[in-house]
């Protein structure tokens, strides 16, 4: 177990006591190897001896071979215990050891977790390339959104009903952090929440996405991850990385459309080179990592949610790109047509110029560099590459909704829960002329995003069903802007030129990461990150709880804020906190707690003291 | 406890509790790591018996000279005009406890313990091109030659991840010894100095300073124990008195909250002691404190004493600095053994002494050794470093091992079930010092500091759907002749 893992109870410890000591069972490491081993040959992938198929969860549980949560009465212990051999599982081999017997019915106990999406069975999903405008299902009760009649008609079929909607005060607090990656001030919250206008959602989002330098500053740190931008890591390299922050900045604050956006990108002007220049890397390094190759890894990635990463180096044994393919990508943008390397081994083979999807069009070899590189930018934001607006969109999706469509986001093939939604969301972004904002807007206009987050998926259950949006965790970048805005202790000024900000407290996206924030998730980018750890770490927590950089911003915070109020002003100062932090007024007791601690009159250890107590509370960290 | 531990509220506490720990055991598995072998992915991997429970590993950060301290070669005194060409050594060869091994003088203090441990004279590093420090440092401690599509984790959080904590209120894996910020090459060392895929659970607790290591499990700077403890008490209750919100999130925000109270476990726990160098008796305190190495070697013990899995203890890698020698080699060399003779001597010694050697792994290694003449191997295309060339002593600086070397390296390994008056392998008595019999690369080596702490060094986790396996492809082959 680990050191910090001790909340966790000691799950069915007694059974397991010869395994692992405390180790709750866990599908991957413990059953899976031995289904494998024992049970795959005769019943899974098209064997299913006795009607009996451990494809999925929901058919092993459907073939009545095991009851979850209940080992004793399950067929399959039953089988693989039986004194009887003629009876006992596996026929004609050993039977299993006690040890592995153990394993089983302890997975069985604990109600069959499977690892989510996985199957045994071969995958029967072939995701399309071309772009589909699917027809949309009737609208229900008034949810008239296209969104929402895919999405309400998904319900439907799977017996569910939509979540309940959000409040006025959850919904600002949400599409806030969301949009602009901002708290909005108590007096925003309040005006919003006393406003009687039937469209002021509407106007509220359109007000968000107006605000054109708080929409850039934080999905500023969307792109920057997304590109390997503002590179904080290692400098054993030789140049050729180059940062594309200004021209970043500006199409960001310019909304440039996302063909227009990509293009720029894959066939650029001094400006945006950065991102296709990748990183030269001083000495010798294995041949999967030569800049050309990083090209083709990475624009495969970020634009097509493909990873070209294994088939750098050899076919692919996780899917169907070959070696060539990368290959080909990479002679795109290299000087002269590279040698293709086999696990860094020279074959011999020269690469030829070849975009991933060739029905889209062909690339000539043969035509100088930059005019490869503007072909592929035109065949990359082709009108029939659907995989190209699917892929972003999904990203959008994830951001906003807290799981893809398609899950992980950068795997594009993986079959979407919903191919409508999914295709619904392309075509739009398409017919807006590749509008990000728009697409933006589109998603939380809907009903399906202006509800009640659910719990994320449950881990026990295989296959994936939309319920509803799942809270996420503040970046390390939206934790430290709140901190900043509510205790007034915003960095003094940006670490490069981002033109006048009217005097807008600098973002933390705007300077370099402090060790908080790198302790909080924000990476060096010496990797593409398409997503951010969920999930708060004991080391994270410390340093939250004993750390110099968060001690000394609630310290300098509460200086700069106390006054010595007493009396109203006290409750008047902690109600602002409230609803600053998490748009809500404190309740009678959260106010008795508070006004305990802050001290009467208020001093500054206990309003830094304060601070630290809501900033550390699940609601404040968590964007639902 | 949970913080939203309260009947009233949760019908079903035991339901959820259940449910969260399959959650993050499944979690772990959906995130990726997923665990595979090399021979056969599907059929899982088989664990050796460990040998050892704990392993601490001292760093000698920026290029220890083997020459100069575990494999003496002919030793040439300095003077004026002797040829560069004609230098093997700078310090004379002295006895050790064992009779057929001799190491370089200024390490008389772990010659006479050196037949508890086990000398490994022929550790080789590849050539890189270049030689960087990082880089070698990097694929020293991760297994794997950088630069990689996905971030490796150190060898410490791999430790962590598989054995988890002996002592669940002590770090699995401690780094004592290495600033991170304010030094050169800080995001060379950041980039090593890392969980990577595994995530951050399996990172590195940092103690940068040894006498300060308490502050790191101690409220934060100029707040008292009672205020910090009142801020928690108050916090717990504005969790409790919170509405609890969107219900949806009632797993996440469990989650955190268990983060919260695991890290204020640490900050309160008895075993926080082990952390407090000033509660170690004076008499003893001084037989470490050669400098910050030595103060870390004491703490290593405390902590291994109170439970600690993995240690790295650091002589501190800075550009230049200490084992960097890229002049004056001697007069470094020689500040740089008094630093480290004693502490490690005193190490081994105190856990042979508290019965904890047998099960507690020391490695003394570097990322390559050095040579007066060589820039990584014979042939190399690698750039000439040094900072004092002459063909000719002129004067002192210019005295010492200034090149990096990489065709052959030192590494001593004490107890955990290692065997104990040995040599293995050997190098060239002439230039170039190349090892002449049992090779050892890095990926041995983790495999056999793994395989004495009972992991396969076949066993990988599945990240973007491909194994990454503990010791490159899974290959490494724990060197059976090094174990008792």
């Given amino acids: ?624 | 406890m949970l913080y939203l531990d309260d009947a009233s509220r949760e019908p079903s506490r035991r339901e959820f509790l259940k449910r969260l720990a399959a959650a993050s055991a499944a979690a772990m598995a959906a995130a990726a790591p997923r665990l595979v072998s090399a021979d056969d992915p599907g059929d899982g991997v088989e664990h050796p018996e460990p040998t050892a429970d704990a392993c601490i590993l001292l760093w000698m950060a920026g290029g220890m000279a083997a020459p100069e301290t575990f494999d003496p070669k002919r030793y040439a005194p300095f003077e004026v005009g002797l040829p560069a060409n004609e230098i093997m050594s700078t310090f004379p060869a002295i006895d050790t406890a064992v009779d057929n091994i001799k190491i370089a003088q200024g390490l008389e203090n772990i010659a006479r313990v050196l037949d508890r441990g086990t000398l490994v004279r022929s550790h080789r590093l590849p050539d890189l091109g270049h030689i960087l420090h990082s880089r070698h440092q990097y694929h020293w401690h991760t297994g794997y030659v950088p630069p990689q599509t996905v971030a490796a984790p150190h060898i410490g959080a791999w430790i962590a991840r598989v054995l988890g904590p002996r002592n669940p209120a002590i770090p699995a894996f401690i780094d004592i010894g290495q600033r991170l910020d304010d030094v050169g090459e800080k995001e060379e060392l950041k980039a090593f100095h890392t969980a990577g895929f595994l995530g951050a659970e399996y990172g590195p607790f940092l103690l940068p300073y040894p006498d300060q290591a308490i502050a790191a499990v101690r409220p934060p700077k100029g707040m008292t124990p009672e205020r910090f403890q009142a801020r928690e008490r108050r916090y717990r209750e504005l969790v409790q008195r919170s509405p609890l919100g969107e219900s949806g999130s009632r797993y996440q925000q469990a989650s955190m909250l268990r983060a919260m109270e695991n890290a204020y476990r640490l900050l309160n726990s008895p075993e926080r002691a082990a952390f407090d160098l000033s509660l170690e008796p004076k008499e003893h305190y001084e037989k470490y404190d050669t400098g910050r190495f030595g103060r870390g070697c004491l703490l290593a013990r405390r902590l291994v004493e109170a439970g600690a899995r993995f240690i790295e203890v650091t002589t501190e890698y800075v550009p230049f600095l200490h084992w960097d020698t890229h002049e004056n080699g001697h007069t470094t060399a020689e500040r740089m053994k008094q630093e480290i003779d004693r502490p490690i001597a005193r190490l081994v010694l105190d856990l042979d002494e508290r019965g904890l050697l047998d099960r507690t792994l020391v490695v003394v290694a570097s990322e390559f050794s050095r040579d007066m003449m060589i820039e990584g191997i014979p042939g190399s295309a690698a750039v000439d470093q040094s900072r004092a060339k002459a063909d000719f002593m002129q004067e002192m600086k210019h005295y010492g091992l200034h090149r990096h070397f990489t065709g052959s390296s030192s590494v001593v390994l004490f107890g955990g079930g290692m065997k104990r008056g040995a040599l293995y392998g050997a190098t060239a008595p002439e230039r170039p010092c190349l090892v002449t019999e049992n090779p050892v690369t890095v990926s041995d080596l983790h495999a056999t500091l793994l395989t004495a702490m009972g992991v396969s060094p076949a066993m990988a986790f599945t990240v973007e759907k491909r194994p990454f396996y503990v010791t490159q492809d899974g290959k490494g082959r724990a060197i059976r002749e090094l174990f008792a």
């Fill in chain 1, 1 to 624: 177990m680990h050191w910090l893992a001790t909340s966790l109870p000691a799950l069915a410890a007694t059974v397991l006591g010869a395994l692992a000591p405390g180790e709750p069972i866990d599908f991957a490491h413990d059953v899976l190897p031995l289904l494998r081993a024992r049970c795959a040959r005769c019943h899974t992938a098209g064997e299913h001896k006795g009607d009996v198929s451990m494809d999925t969860r929901a058919a092993l549980i459907g073939s009545q071979a095991v009851v979850p949560g209940d080992s004793s009465a399950s067929p399959l212990i039953e089988r693989v215990t039986s004194g009887d051999p003629a009876e006992r599982m596996p026929p004609k081999a050993d039977p299993l050891t006690e040890k592995e017997i153990a394993v089983l019915r302890a997975w069985i106990d604990e109600g069959v977790a499977w690892q989510e999406g996985f199957s045994f069975a071969k995958a029967s999903y072939m995701a399309p390339l071309k772009p589909r405008r699917p027809e949309l299902p009737p609208a229900h009760d008034g949810r008239t959104s296209g969104i929402d009649r895919i999405v309400d008609a998904y319900f439907d079929q799977h017996g569910d009903v939509p979540p309940e909607a959000i409040d006025d005060s959850a919904f600002i607090r949400r599409l806030s952090l969301d949009v602009i990656g901002l708290l909005p001030a108590p007096e925003e919250l309040d005006a919003f929440v006393a406003d009687a206008a039937p469209d002021k959602r509407a106007q509220l989002i359109a007000r968000l996405l107006g605000n054109r330098r708080a929409y850039a500053e934080h999905w500023l740190t969307f792109w920057n991850d997304l590109l390997r931008n503002d590179y904080q890591g290692t400098g054993y390299i030789d140049g050729g990385r180059r940062a594309i922050t200004g021209w970043l900045y500006r199409a960001l604050l310019d909304n440039e459309p996302y063909d227009q956006f990509v293009r720029d990108l894959i066939s650029p002007t001094p400006e945006s080179e950065g991102f296709i220049k990748g990183i030269k890397w001083r000495g010798n390094v294995n041949a999967s990592q030569a800049t050309e190759i990083q090209f083709a890894q990475n624009i495969s990635q970020v634009f097509l949610g493909i990873n070209m990463k294994c088939a750098s180096c050899h076919d692919s044994f996780i899917d169907n790109w070959k070696l060539a393919d990368a290959y080909g990508l990479a002679a795109i943008i290299a000087d002269t047509p590279p040698e293709i390397h086999r696990c860094d081994k020279p074959s011999g083979v020269t690469a030829r110029a070849k975009f991933v999807f060739p029905e889209l069009g062909d690339i000539d070899t043969a035509e100088p560099r930059n005019e490869r590189l503007r072909r592929t930018a035109e065949l990359m934001t082709h009108p029939e590459n659907g995989r190209f607006a699917r892929t972003i969109v999904n990203r959008i999706w994830q951001r906003l909704m807290g799981r893809g469509i398609v899950q992980p986001v950068d795997v594009m093939s993986n079959e979407p829960w919903s191919v409508d939604l999914l295709d619904y969301l392309a075509t739009q972004l398409a017919d807006s002329h590749y509008d990000l904002k728009k697409a933006i807007e589109l998603i939380v206009s809907s009903r399906a995003y202006q509800s009640r987050c659910v719990p994320p998926p449950d881990p026990g259950s295989g296959d994936y069903i939309f319920r509803g949006p799942i809270a996420q965790r503040m970046t390390a970048e939206q934790f430290l802007d709140a901190v900043y805005r509510i205790t007034g202790t915003a960095p003094e000024k940006p670490a490069a030129d981002f033109g006048d900000r009217d005097g807008d407290p600098v973002r933390a996206a705007l300077v370099a990461a402090d060790p908080l924030m790198r302790s909080l998730g924000r990476p060096n980018r010496e990797q593409i990150v398409t997503t951010r750890p969920e999930e708060l770490s004991t080391l994270q927590a410390l340093d939250l709880t004993n750390g110099a950089v968060m001690a000394e911003l609630v310290e300098r915070g509460a200086k700069n804020l106390s006054r010595e109020d007493a009396g109203d002003a006290a409750r008047e100062l902690v109600d602002r906190l409230y609803r600053a932090a998490l748009c809500r007024r404190p309740t009678d007791a959260e106010l008795e707690t508070a006004l305990n601690m802050v001290g009467s009159p208020v001093t500054a250890e206990g309003l830094s003291d304060l601070f630290w107590a809501v900033f550390m509370l699940p609601e404040f960290q968590f964007i639902q």
